[in-house]
């Protein structure tokens, strides 16, 4: 049974950092491409990054390149998002969420069907 817990969200001001984690468990942790997704009340769920099983490719959404930085240690079975220079828009929920590596090439929301609960990231002005 796939599992996904992640941590370290919390509140932090404006121009703050935050790293967030994804502890993955019930999977061969490096067979499986991992991304971040977020979520505000209201709003559909949406793509902040991704990487792939080995660690080689990596790819985020506009709105967060040169802020945001997605690593993963395959020996630790986890997944980090390191989040620098915050503004008050990252304020969300978080999500990670897994993949097998080679079902595609997407990082689509609906390639993800293992997903963890979230943590809540607010960013005060």
């Known amino acids: 049974q796939v599992q996904l817990v992640e941590s370290g969200g919390g509140l932090v001001q404006a121009g703050g950092s935050l790293r967030l984690s994804c502890a993955a468990s019930?999977?061969?942790?490096?067979?499986?491409?991992m991304a971040w997704f977020r979520q505000v009340p209201g709003k559909e769920r949406e793509f902040v990054a991704a990487i792939a099983g080995s660690g080689g490719r990596t790819e985020y959404a506009e709105s967060v390149k040169g802020r945001f930085t997605i690593s993963r240690e395959n020996v630790k079975n986890t997944m980090y998002l390191q989040m620098n220079s915050l503004i008050p828009e990252d304020t969300a929920v978080y999500y990670c969420?897994?993949?097998?590596?080679?079902?595609?090439?997407?990082?689509?929301?609906?390639?993800?069907?293992?997903w963890g609960q979230g943590t809540q990231v607010t960013v005060s002005s």
């Open positions: 019930g999977l061969t942790f490096s067979m499986y491409a």
């Open positions: 969420a897994a993949r097998w590596d080679f079902a595609t090439t997407s990082y689509a929301r609906a390639t993800f069907p293992y």
